[in-house]
């Protein structure tokens, strides 16, 4: 039976979500929680492989998994068995044919920015820390360009290969305010390795008065990930949602 499955974890503490040897990552905690359900090692596929650090509300994935517990049954040992900073929020059968990862059609991220002038306990584990002032109306100037479809060479990952670099960007939107937390959406069909990380660490630039809004254009155009900006603290990005 194929099982759809919605995610939700704290990614501080893992490396990632792919399964690596001598390592915690998420797909290992899910699939160790399954062999003791089911008697036999079963893979779980996500929708994404998210970076170590990097958490996620709703990630989704799907497992082939035998099974004569009911669905509810199987949601409440899930979470009897898995760690503290991972769980199963719903869990349900879906088409044999059903692929997290190839039937996803969009993405969305968020980026947090704690901007507060004193450092927050509680946003710690889940947003960057930015005392400095940033311009807003400036970040939004610059995020402009970057919607639609284009080559993001130079927002990937230095050294990553890929078929291709071009994806398709929906929305980009800053929310909260200054003196607290600011957050960036970006949503889109598909995301490079690092990608939002690297978007916003540029877009930081902008924000923090180093370039100009129009600066943008010229690294997307360049397709160079050297003339980019810094690639931002993976503790601040969240997988939010996959549509399909």
């Known amino acids: 039976m ?6 939700e974890y704290d990614g501080t503490d ?5 399964l690596q040897p001598g390592v915690r990552t998420v797909q290992g905690a899910l699939e160790d929680a399954f ?5 036999r090692r079963v893979v779980v596929y996500g929708a994404g492989r998210t970076d170590a650090g990097v ?3 709703g990630q989704v994935a799907h497992v082939h998994a035998e099974t004569r517990h009911a669905p509810d049954v199987l949601l409440r040992a899930l979470n009897a068995l898995l760690p503290r900073d991972v769980a199963v929020r719903t869990l349900a059968p879906a088409p044999e044919d059903f692929d997290a990862r190839r039937d996803a059609r969009s993405k969305l991220y968020v980026y947090r920015i704690w901007t507060g002038a004193t450092r927050s306990p509680l946003h710690e584990r889940w947003s960057h820390a930015l005392a400095a002032p940033l ?6 100037a610059g995020a402009a360009p970057l919607l639609g479809t284009h080559d993001f060479s130079s927002f990937r990952a230095a050294g990553s290969r890929g078929r291709t670099s071009v994806r398709t960007l929906t929305r980009i939107e800053a929310g909260g305010g200054l003196g607290g937390e600011l957050s960036l959406a970006f949503e889109g069909s598909g995301f490079l390795r690092h990608m939002v990380r690297n978007l916003v660490g540029t877009l930081l630039e902008v924000a923090r008065g180093r370039r ?4 943008i254009s010229e ?3 360049a397709r160079d990930r050297r003339v980019a900006g810094p690639t931002a603290p993976a503790r601040g990005l969240t997988l939010m949602r996959v549509d399909y």
């Open 2 to 7: 194929n099982w759809r499955l919605l995610v």
């Open 14 to 18: 893992f490396e990632g979500w792919q």
């Open 35 to 39: 062999a003791r359900l089911v008697g």
């Open 55 to 57: 958490h996620a509300v």
């Open 135 to 140: 311009d807003l109306p400036a970040l939004r």
């Open 212 to 215: 100009p809004p129009d600066w």
């Open 219 to 221: 690294v997307l155009a």
